[in-house]
């Protein structure tokens, strides 16, 4: 592995190739870990630099695509011309149980499906004609989400009025998501905003049904808070959690229903894993309903058994217990992954660059096989982020934020990876430089990753991409 100095030399000559006002902002945004800093030290949560290709997403994607797509009971309409819908349409594989186009919605898309004339006149009424369409077609609908576009912020479109005039036609809920695409700097403003409307219009409408419920708590309740299913992971997550002891009350936005979202405020302790997308929601059920959360990593058997006997340790002696058992029964399965395939996987050197908690989180599971990571960035990370991940990485890995098209490539061609786990829009230009690549936004039609079922599908993965033998027909420009 490179030294801190040499990677800092390789920023330095990455940086070059700008002008010299964007080479100053760019600068900022890219660092190389020091052993014993409690910091990566690089700017993040910023505009992006003009004219640069970036991989992130807008507040839309951000809203519709993370927190509220998901819930599956719910139908999402987008509301504006039908490109967003169309290209938000069913992208990030979470996984549900239901039937579609009855009780579950998720793989459908609704849109309103913007004109010239909507966008003079305002597209209100036809909205509100849309909501009334719906509530017809499809009665066992659980409510309705508004998810604004660009042209909806800039008309001035009263969505909330119509929110509130559907809300009592119908008797459901609808949520009025003011998640335009131009707003804030990426996608994790959507994230935010999208936790401040289920604060503003879900968990009241929560709190007076509540009044009246008959659920029965018990010491062990908890929600799973911020995992979206993606290929199952949300279900391997489930098993582990419920063989120790715990009784799941609610899980969203992941195969999630509006149902159990309402009922999360009654759980005894909330368990975060996206923390980016969802630590806002979490943070506000402390304060209002006295809930506390955990951040918990159920990457690779080390974090999984790590996470187990943290989330444990704010139980009693029965949950303790239970999580003892859980790592117990799965010890030998994590050893014979690790013994088939560190063997093969050993040493080799991964460059990772996604968004959400993966630039972090998925650390240890590399590392569990004998990979090293070389250097890791966040699409849209912001400084906690940055602090989190210091724990995970080493000295001399490189980090980037908001990495740019060209600095990745530049960067790849210097650190000299063995694989890169990016995102879709990279998947390709590396895929053709000659390099194994895996698409960890989505598990690459693969997953799930999570838990120890998890682990077993992510070493097979990473095998398959690495020692196919397609790559020795290209290899990488500094191998030949």
Same mark, same amino acid.
Do not use: M
């Given at each position: 592995m490179s030294t801190v100095d040499e990677n800092k030399q390789l920023i330095q000559d990455v940086l070059e190739a700008y002008p010299e006002k964007a080479k100053k902002k760019r600068e900022k945004h890219l660092n190389v870990h020091e052993e014993g800093k409690t910091d990566c030290g690089v700017k993040s949560n910023v505009k992006s630099l003009p004219g640069v290709m970036t991989a992130r997403g807008c507040a839309y994607a951000g809203s519709k695509g993370v927190v509220w797509g998901p819930i599956k009971d719910m139908v999402h309409i987008s509301? /504006?011309?039908?490109?967003? /819908?169309?290209?938000?349409?069913?992208?990030?594989?979470?996984?549900?149980? /239901?039937?579609?186009g009855v009780d579950t919605f998720g793989t459908m898309n609704f849109t309103s499906d913007f004109q010239e004339r909507d966008i003079v006149f305002g597209g209100d009424k036809k909205l509100g004609k849309i909501i009334e369409e719906i509530e017809e077609l499809f009665p066992l609908n659980g409510g309705v989400s508004i998810q604004s576009e660009c042209p909806v912020g800039l008309i001035g479109d009263d969505i909330e009025s119509v929110a509130r005039e559907a809300t009592k036609k119908t008797g459901k809920t609808v949520a009025p998501v003011r998640c335009e695409g131009f707003r804030g700097v990426s996608q994790s403003l959507g994230h935010h905003i999208a936790n401040d409307i289920i604060r503003d219009w879900v968990f009241p409408q929560a709190d007076e049904e509540n009044k009246d419920s008959d659920f029965e708590s018990t010491d062990y309740d908890v929600a799973i808070i911020g995992d979206y299913n993606i290929g199952g992971d949300a279900w391997a997550s489930r098993i582990l959690l419920e063989e120790m002891g715990l009784r799941i009350v609610a899980q969203w936005s992941g195969d999630g229903t509006l149902h159990e979202m309402k009922m999360t405020p009654k759980v005894k302790l909330n368990l975060i894993h996206c923390y980016r997308s969802m630590n806002y929601i979490s943070r506000h059920m402390e304060e209002k309903y006295g809930i506390p959360w955990f951040e918990y990593n159920f990457f690779g058997p080390t974090k999984i058994a790590e996470s187990l006997r943290a989330i444990a340790a704010q139980f009693d002696d029965k949950i303790k217990e239970g999580a003892e058992r859980v790592i117990a029964k799965y010890q030998k399965q994590a050893d014979d992954v690790i013994a088939k395939y560190r063997p093969k996987l050993e040493g080799e050197k991964v460059m990772l660059m996604v968004g959400g908690l993966r630039p972090r989180h998925v650390v240890p599971a590399f590392q569990d096989l004998g990979m090293e990571i070389v250097g890791t960035g966040y699409e849209f990370g912001h400084n906690d982020d940055y602090k989190r991940t210091a724990e995970y990485v080493k000295d001399s890995t490189v980090i980037y934020d908001d990495v740019t098209g060209y600095e990745f490539e530049k960067f790849a061609e /210097? *650190?000299?990876?063995? *694989?890169?786990?990016?995102?879709? $829009?990279? $998947?390709?230009?590396?895929?053709?430089m000659g390099l194994p690549f895996r698409q960890m936004h989505s598990w690459d039609y693969s997953g799930p990753y999570h838990g120890y079922d998890g682990f077993a599908i992510f070493a097979r993965d990473m095998d398959l991409a690495l020692k196919s033998p397609t790559w020795g027909l290209i290899g990488a420009p500094w191998k030949k």
């Open positions: 509301h /504006g011309p039908v490109g967003c /819908g169309y290209y938000s349409w069913s992208g990030r594989r979470n996984y549900y149980i /239901g039937t579609t /210097g *650190l000299k990876p063995d *694989l890169v786990a990016a995102g879709v $829009k990279e $998947k390709y230009v590396f895929q053709k």
